[in-house]
């Protein structure tokens, strides 16, 4: 008979906001034969709305994968999973209806249920006839287990905890055949367990996920963008009712200890060139040409660079590709069968059997992975005894050894002579077409831009002569346009235009600041 077993273990520390944490929980379920030195791994990883001990997961999706592949199948209720469905109207929600509707705070007394607040707000809509609210106005719903939307991040680090654990537990497990398997926003935790760790997994499975940080699911209240909407009919007409999570992320204040800034972001970004290595992972992504929720045009960009590091099969679903039986529906995620896109997936890699070459993985090779993410490094320390433990650190000076080549000094002639360098490193790399390098120096170049530009504004208030000469929208315009070709891969013209228009530009704004400096460096 085949085995389901529920396992808890601590999990990795939120290093990002120090939320404390609860034990983590995780369903195995093991083949009926048991676990010879063949069996592999197979992570299923639910997306929005699952959780890892419905009855599909248990009863139907793993069990099968267990049983006719030879896997553990393991499923996590992962940090953020528990996606509630109370509605929280609270002071902001409030505060905002009255200010732009005009309804008084007591309006929203005696609400027992969500169908009394849907009834209020339906009664509301059709008085004042609109389909939705202004945007300002989203309910809250609240992440259990005192949690929230981390975004990928916290979610990737359990699932490699997780398999540290399995692997632990099951010395006889094949550790060639190690896969990930993930649909919508499981398919992005996936793909990030695979740049976390890219030496670990086989085969890395990913229908429709996201490519990058969703902000709205971040700080959907910030940027009036809500994280899900719900259809609500009141008297046969139809609204629209937008909820955001209760999210402790802010992009408004620089100074919170909340701030997403641009280091958060980046080591969420699956289109980070500087992160990504050679190896023997495999590939296979499925995504809708018509999605609306995870783009496809990011997607497209993401299976282009996954094609310079490793295997990557990546197929646009399109009308034609509807069969009624593996994908479904025109839309997000297809409704693809996940039994049947398994069994697509495991023809296409018949010939590897869904293993790779050497069982070392990050594990068992103590791996240490530092991700330069700009003003930030986030690095990744595995170890032979199957834990893992991920640090961030401050980037103070690196040099440009391609592996931490953020720049970032106190003094700004010293960031102006790295960027002046970076150029030529750039330039050089190009021409030797060394294009991997030349591309983890330009967000160097780019993120160093940023910091000029940051504390221009800070030099300004300082001194008492408001002479400061700012970058020239000269220089501006012709960056604006090397990064639309560095972002193409198109490095001919990037080549051109940097060495004709952006160095030259800055190289006159460089001389410049100089000799206004000069007069306090002397002092």
């Avoid at 069990?63 to 509630?84: D, Q, W």
Wanted: net charge negative.
């Amino acid at each position: 008979m085949l085995e389901t077993l529920c396992h808890k273990i601590k999990p990795h520390d939120d290093i990002e906001l120090g939320f404390v944490r609860e034990e983590l929980d995780y369903y195995i379920s093991i083949p009926y034969e048991g676990i010879t030195e063949s069996t592999g791994i197979i992570l299923t990883i639910p997306g929005f709305g699952g959780l890892a001990n419905t009855s599909y997961q248990l009863e139907k999706l793993n069990p099968y994968l267990a049983e006719k592949y030879n896997c553990v199948v393991v499923s996590i209720n992962y940090f953020g999973i528990y996606r509630g469905v109370k509605t929280l109207t609270d002071s902001l929600f409030t505060e905002n209806m009255k200010n732009i509707y005009g309804v008084p705070s007591d309006y929203w007394d005696n609400i027992s249920s969500d169908n009394d607040f849907y009834t209020k707000v339906g009664q509301l809509l059709e008085s004042k006839g609109l389909s939705q609210l202004d945007p300002r106005c989203q309910a809250l719903r609240i992440t259990e287990r005192n949690e929230y939307q981390s975004f990928g991040f916290l979610p990737a680090l359990d699932h490699l905890a997780v398999l540290g654990d399995v692997l632990r537990r099951y010395p006889l497990l094949d550790k060639k055949k190690i896969i990930a398997y993930g649909s919508s926003y499981g398919g992005y935790i996936a793909m990030l367990c695979g740049k976390f760790a890219p030496n670990t997994f086989s085969v890395i499975i990913d229908n429709s996920g996201f490519s990058r940080s969703e902000m709205k699911h971040i700080v959907g209240r910030e940027i009036f963008e809500p994280d899900f909407a719900v259809n609500l009919n009141y008297n046969n007409k139809s609204y629209t009712l937008n909820y955001a999570y209760n999210n402790p992320w802010t992009i408004l204040d620089e100074t919170s200890p909340n701030y997403f800034g641009d280091s958060h972001k980046l080591i969420r970004n699956l289109l980070a060139r500087e992160h990504r290595i050679p190896s023997e992972t495999r590939y296979y992504l499925f995504h809708c040409e018509e999605d609306h929720i995870a783009s496809v045009k990011d997607k497209d960009m993401v299976a282009t660079l996954l094609t310079n590091y490793n295997f990557t099969y990546y197929k646009r679903i399109g009308e034609a590709d509807l069969d009624g039986a593996l994908f479904k529906n025109y839309t997000h995620a297809m409704n693809a069968s996940l039994r049947k896109l398994f069994d697509y997936v495991a023809e296409l890699d018949l010939k590897y059997g869904l293993t790779k070459e050497l069982s070392e993985n990050e594990f068992s090779k103590n791996t240490l992975h530092s991700m330069n993410c700009g003003r930030s490094s986030y690095i990744f320390e595995f170890r032979e005894n199957f834990t893992m433990n991920v640090t961030i650190r401050d980037n103070i000076k690196t040099d440009y050894d391609l592996k931490h080549s953020f720049q970032l000094m106190r003094s700004m002639l010293d960031i102006c002579d790295s960027i002046e360098e970076g150029f030529d490193f750039i330039l050089n790399k190009i021409s030797e077409q060394n294009y991997n390098e030349a591309a983890t120096v330009m967000q160097d170049v780019l993120d160093a831009y940023t910091t000029i530009n940051q504390q221009l504004d800070s030099l300004s208030n300082l001194l008492n002569e408001n002479n400061l000469a700012p970058l020239n929208a000269q220089f501006n315009d012709h960056l604006l346009e090397a990064v639309m070709y560095f972002n193409q891969d198109s490095w001919g013209p990037l080549e051109d235009e940097l060495s004709q228009q952006v160095v030259p530009c800055f190289l006159i704004w460089k001389t410049e600041i100089h000799s206004i400096f000069s007069p306090y460096l002397k002092n």
